[in-house]
Each structure stands twice: as structure tokens, then as C-alpha cells.
């Protein structure tokens, strides 16, 4: 079975400061990982994706992801915080395989706060 | 660019009224997912369709829950008799493939009094 783990359900950060949002999976076949953010009264936006290419994965805002199977991990980083980042971010896992729907499994999300 | 757009954006209902939320998936997609947050809680999956078909669902999508893609373009969630748990938010998802990105709709807030 799979599941995400995401440590902390509010973070603050300062302007300017690093983001470090925080994600753990477990799952019994190599995962796909994802980092969504969610924007006030919006929908799901995906920030980046790990489909067992590179560990490291870049995505969009500034934002990106280190995959580390040893510590089964996925956290969300940003050198610096901007005003704009303030939403709820999801980590959520999907495997790949012949049986798979796309079915994806969510954290519970993390508020980040950032403080002027 | 593309994008997922449901209808409408809320919905109140009384319990036990049946409610149908509308989809427009990206055109050229093949898979679509119907998700759901509880105000508070996680994003949770709710049913996988592919193929005219549902090919994964939860312990949540019961007999009271259906799902139809009724022409080339809609897919709809229908809630037979709605309960007080099922206000929330659903998300609707496409993707062109199983394991390709999904890319989700706004959402629609549903409130069940």
C-alpha cells in the first residue's frame, strides 16, 4: 500500500528565506512523486514531478524536489521565499506499471506562511 | 493554453436531492479522475475512468456515486442521494495517459444541508 507523509502542517517562512516543506512516502514499488500547490479558490497546479530520471527535479516557480530512496523522501525546496509562495502545497505519490490508473495518493498538505 | 473547467463552481443542495458535477477534461486527454477534499482534510481519490469504463475506484464511491462521459467532451460525477458527508470539494483530473501529469480543474464546492 501506498502512502504520503507530510511533516508539518503550516509552515512560516520570511521573505527572502529558504522553503523547506517536508514529505515522506512508503510504497511497495518504485513511486512516481509529485509536489502540487494550491493557490486560494483554485485548483490543483503541479510544481514538479520524479519519474525515476534524474533525482534532483526542477519544476516551475523556483521550486525543486530530491528524490531519496534511502530516507524514502520527496522534500520540497526554495532558496528564497516569495510573497507569491504563500499557498497549500501537496506531495502525493503514484506508481508505475501495467496496472496503473494514474491513481494519486495525497499527503495532507502544508500551509506556508511568509512573512514580509 | 489547455485547462480542465467543471461546473458549476458551488452547489448547495438539501440531503437526499441528487446532484450531477460537470467536467470538461483537455480535449486530447484519455484518463479522467473525480477527487475530493473535505474542508480540513487531504485531497482523496474518488474513481479513475479510461476507456468509457471506471478502471479504479475507492471505498468512498459507493452505489451512490456514478460517473458517465456522456458525450466526447463531458464527464460527469452524479451523487444519487447526497449526505451530509459529502460536502466537500471535488476536483476533477485528466491526463493523456496512466502515468502522465494530471492536470486539475477548479473544483466545485458542494454543500449538502
Known amino acids: 500500500a501506498q502512502s504520503v507523509t507530510q511533516l508539518g502542517s503550516h509552515v512560516s517562512v520570511s521573505e527572502g528565506a529558504l522553503v523547506l516543506l517536508r514529505c515522506n512516502y512508503s510504497?511497495?514499488?518504485?513511486?512516481?512523486l509529485f509536489w502540487y500547490v494550491q493557490y486560494p479558490n483554485q485548483g490543483l497546479q503541479l510544481l514538479l514531478k520524479?519519474?525515476?530520471?534524474?533525482?534532483l527535479v526542477k519544476g516551475i516557480n523556483g521550486f525543486e524536489a530530491e528524490f531519496k530512496k534511502s530516507e524514502t523522501s520527496f522534500h520540497l525546496t526554495k532558496p528564497s521565499a516569495h510573497m507569491s509562495d504563500a499557498a497549500e502545497y501537496f506531495c502525493?505519490?503514484?506508481?508505475?506499471?501495467?496496472?496503473?490508473?494514474?491513481?494519486?495518493?495525497f499527503g495532507q498538505g502544508t500551509t506556508l506562511q511568509v512573512k514580509p | 493554453e489547455p485547462e480542465v473547467t467543471q461546473t458549476p463552481s458551488h452547489q448547495v443542495t438539501q440531503m437526499g436531492q441528487e446532484v450531477i458535477l460537470r467536467c470538461v477534461p483537455i480535449?486530447?486527454?484519455?484518463?479522467f479522475y473525480w477527487y475530493r477534499q473535505i474542508l480540513g482534510q487531504k485531497v482523496e481519490f474518488l474513481v479513475s475512468?479510461?476507456?468509457?469504463?471506471?478502471?479504479?475506484k475507492s471505498e468512498i464511491f459507493d452505489d451512490q456515486f456514478s460517473v458517465e462521459r456522456p458525450d466526447g467532451s463531458n464527464f460527469t460525477l452524479k451523487i444519487r442521494s447526497t449526505k451530509l458527508e459529502d460536502s466537500a470539494m471535488y476536483f476533477c483530473?485528466?491526463?493523456?495517459?496512466?502515468?502522465?501529469?494530471?492536470?486539475f480543474g477548479p473544483g466545485t464546492r458542494l454543500l449538502v444541508l
Open positions: 502525493a505519490v503514484s506508481f508505475y506499471g501495467s496496472s496503473n490508473t494514474g491513481k494519486l495518493i
Open positions: 520524479y519519474t525515476s530520471a534524474a533525482t
Open positions: 475512468f479510461y476507456n468509457n469504463e471506471i478502471s479504479e
Open positions: 480535449s486530447n486527454h484519455l484518463y
Open positions: 510504497s511497495s514499488v518504485p513511486p512516481y
Open positions: 483530473a485528466s491526463s493523456g495517459g496512466g502515468q502522465e501529469t494530471q492536470y
